[in-house]
């Protein structure tokens, strides 16, 4: 038998979410001489002393900014599905810091945007 045509289908699908724990390990070096202070490799985090990774910090931006779901409703959520128990006053610190990070890319963007 040979090939006569090729019928080709097209399905969405949809990974649900879930929570990973994501391990960060960071080594601290030291002189043995003394000489040197003691040096920490630097912390892969967006948000210093947070444990939120930049996806989730849009996950949580995209829920509430474009899908209109308010903090507490996304904390009761992830409580709920997840089993994370993040308080809504969590998730509004995380995003007034995150909004403070993008400030120069705002200001910047208004300059570009009201250039001539």
Known sequence: MHRVKEIISEQYDIVPAKFQVIENV??????????????????????????????????????????????????????????VPFSDTTLSNWMIKASEKLKPFKQRLKRETLRE
Not at 40 to 66: N, R, Y
């Open 26 to 83: 960071r080594f601290v070096y030291g002189c043995r001489c003394g000489e040197k202070p003691v040096t920490t490799a630097l912390a892969p985090f967006i948000l210093p002393k947070t444990q939120v990774t930049a996806s989730f910090l849009a996950t949580i931006a995209v829920q509430k900014f474009e899908d209109a779901l308010p903090l507490y409703r996304q904390a009761k959520i992830f409580k709920n599905r997840f089993g």
